[in-house]
């Protein structure tokens, strides 16, 4: 019995510490100063020039961004400069919880905000991470493919280096072939490299060394 109730403590403790966590980050996002939001909120009230219809009516569908909600059911709508500085927040504490709520806002952000999300996720420690990374490994942007494999190598995710190490930018492979170097596989670089001739394998051979 006093186990049970000291484990259930124990998750009582835990979860306001999360919802504390979850508050404070919203906070700081709010009052962050940030001269973009200034500029956004300038946008917003400047009227657009009247456009000449050519081929009809535009419909623009706008993204729902509700990942902030999962840390704060009433943070209501938070500018791109608020939600980077909560991402950047989430990254350094690196827990399984923050791991959760990155990559729903994977799914959710683009641009320069994904790849800081994909930064993130590669700073936290969760089992969910790797499959997150892969998934990010996936997309056609080369800022992505190369924050994905940063944090495959902050881990040492040998198969997921192992990937990178044929992506089709030199950058990306670069990046892989470090990672599989400070992961002690230089086996593996080695047999990649093997009876290859074309700039990203020789780009490598002559970076490795020094960045090493």
């Known amino acids: 019995m006093f186990a049970l109730g000291s484990a259930s403590s124990d998750m009582v403790v835990l979860g306001v510490v999360m919802l504390v966590l979850g508050f404070g980050l919203i906070s700081l996002a709010k009052f962050w100063p940030s001269s973009a939001k200034a500029s956004a909120s300038a946008a917003a009230v400047e009227p657009a ?9 535009v419909v623009a569908f706008a993204r729902e961004i509700a990942w902030p909600r999962s840390i704060d059911p009433d943070a209501g709508v938070l500018s791109e400069s608020e939600r980077r500085v909560v991402v950047e927040g989430l990254g350094i ?22 790849v800081l999300v994909v930064e993130a996720l590669g700073m936290c420690e969760s089992g969910d991470v790797a499959a997150a990374l892969e998934r990010a490994y996936t997309s056609y942007v080369v800022a992505e493919r190369y924050a994905a494999i940063d944090g ?3 881990r040492g995710d040998v198969a997921l280096l192992e990937r990178g190490m044929r992506d089709t930018d030199g950058s990306v492979a670069l990046a892989a072939a470090y990672g599989l170097h400070r992961a002690k596989r230089g086996d ?9 001739d074309d700039a990203r394998a020789n780009e490598i051979r002559r970076v490795l060394p020094i960045l090493v």
């Open 188 to 196: 593996l670089v080695d047999g990649a490299l093997d009876g290859r």
């Open 152 to 154: 495959a190598s902050r």
């Open 49 to 57: 020039p009247a456009a000449k219809e050519i081929t009809g009516p």
């Open 93 to 114: 504490v690196g827990d399984a919880w923050c791991a959760r709520i990155l990559a729903q806002a994977y799914d959710e952000e683009d641009g320069e905000l994904r």
